[in-house]
């Protein structure tokens, strides 16, 4: 159960890193793709082959658009869930320590009845 949480941040950066390669590998695409099917690697390679219009420039802005907006969220959530994290973890400090104060833990409250 622990290992996933810990683990994750390398996973979303080893997903955006594949999606980034995979745009890159035109080889593979064409060889993998069927006789009927374009892929957006080699679309964009026989438009770049004419030379570079417009359309190109959109989708590379697009592109990373996404990818900009997906790492922006990643950071956010993950920075609110470990501010959450935090607050957690001092309020159970706080607590613990004024039950310490008073001198009733739980097990001597327990004890003393």
């Excluded at 949480?5 to 390398?10: D, H």
């Excluded at 030379?51 to 907006?69: D, H, M, R, Y």
């Excluded at 501010?83 to 039950?99: D, G, L, M, P």
């Amino acid at each position: 159960m622990i290992t996933i949480p810990m683990i994750a941040p390398s996973l979303a950066a080893g997903g955006m890193m594949s999606f980034a390669l995979s745009l890159d590998d035109l080889v593979l695409a064409s060889f993998v793709s069927g006789p009927g099917s374009t892929t957006l690697p080699m679309e964009v390679f026989s438009q770049v082959r004419l030379g570079v219009k417009p359309e190109i420039n959109a989708i590379a802005s697009l592109i990373l658009l996404v990818v900009s907006l997906f790492t922006f969220l990643v950071w956010f959530f993950t920075r609110r869930a470990e501010e959450a994290r935090r607050k957690a973890v001092q309020a159970a400090i706080e607590e613990a320590a004024v039950a310490n104060s008073s001198g009733m833990t739980h097990t001597g409250a327990l004890i003393r009845r």
